[in-house]
């Protein structure tokens, strides 16, 4: 299951069944409440919904090697910005932005980290381009960052695949 990178499409249920899709989701669970506990964060409705999220989309792409460079990212940028991580904006933008492990799961941890950055500095500053009638904030940051980033990572991608190929000959 942690091979598979979590691309659009994934079905774990249908690639490793449901007894380990549950567990998956388990962990994943754990994974986010341990955070939201290790920051001093509550748990609240709202947090528990960002919980049941990651969980859900356990059963479709996201796993612990993908997830975790995203919410590492997340969490080392609003230390280094000096933001209150028990607030609840930063526990969404750790829950939601999970929505990036696919980045991390097909690119690499690195690429996964640096998502998770951009990710919370843009979900802080884009209510701003919308005047904050946009409820889906985080999946609205998401995608933007999922449309910045991924052209640039394919771009690497091929180049180091022509790179290769040219040392190879």
Do not use: C
């Amino acid at each position: 299951l942690l091979a598979i990178p979590g691309k659009s499409g994934t079905d774990f249920l249908e690639s490793s069944g449901i007894g380990l899709s549950l567990v998956n989701m388990a962990f994943l669970g754990l994974l986010s409440m341990s955070y939201i506990y290790f920051v001093g964060g509550q748990l609240s409705g709202p947090s528990i919904g960002g919980i049941f999220s990651v969980m859900g989309f356990g059963a479709s792409g996201k796993h612990l090697k993908n997830v975790i460079p995203v919410m590492l990212g997340i969490y080392i940028t609003a230390i280094l910005s000096e933001f209150d991580v028990t607030q609840t904006t930063i526990i969404f933008a750790m829950t939601f932005g999970t929505a990036l492990a696919p980045i991390s799961g097909i690119y690499g941890p690195l690429a996964g980290f640096l998502a998770g950055f951009l990710h919370l500095n843009l979900v802080l500053h884009t209510s701003a381009l919308h005047a904050g009638m946009n409820l889906y904030n985080n999946g609205f940051s998401a995608g933007i960052i999922t449309v910045a980033l991924v052209p640039v990572f394919e771009m690497i991608r091929r180049w180091r695949e022509n790179r290769k190929s040219l040392i190879h000959r």
